[in-house]
């Protein structure tokens, strides 16, 4: 079975510096939330929902970031995000998952992820399809 991860940093923070950050910062909040979300749907039980303590985005100025990663398919790095999102990245991985090689056509993504998208990396040479995009 792949294994299909969304990593979630839980120091992200736009009101704590980064040293500072705790169980109050919001990525941690959003991370608890979205545990709590996928717990309450079994629809969303096949994705592997994972803090990190960083994914070094925060030297942007972006808080709330998240990375949706598999082998063989493309990675998708989330800025910004509030609770509110919660229920647009759940759907996300859901397309995420159903596509063979992770790619989503972007009038497809879920909501305000459009415009929260800051990156998507396809993977890695050695597995890249010979239908590239």
């Known amino acids: 079975m792949t294994v299909h991860t969304l990593f979630v940093c839980k120091s992200c923070s736009a009101i704590l510096d980064h040293e500072e950050a705790d169980e109050r910062a919001e990525g941690n909040q959003l991370f608890l939330k979205l545990l709590e979300a996928q717990k309450n749907n079994s629809t969303y039980s096949t994705l592997?929902?994972?803090s990190v303590g960083c994914l070094w985005t925060c030297v942007?100025?972006?808080?709330?970031?998240?990375?949706?990663?598999?082998p063989k398919k493309y990675t998708y790095h989330f800025v910004d995000l509030t609770e509110e999102s919660i229920t647009d990245l759940l759907q996300f991985s859901q397309l995420y998952q159903a596509s063979e090689d992770g790619y989503v056509l972007p009038p497809k993504l879920p909501g305000i992820l459009r415009s929260h998208l800051l990156v998507r990396i396809p993977p890695t040479p050695d597995t890249f399809s010979t239908t590239q995009r």
């Open 48 to 50: 592997n929902i994972q």
């Open 60 to 70: 942007e100025k972006r808080s709330c970031v998240v990375s949706f990663v598999c």
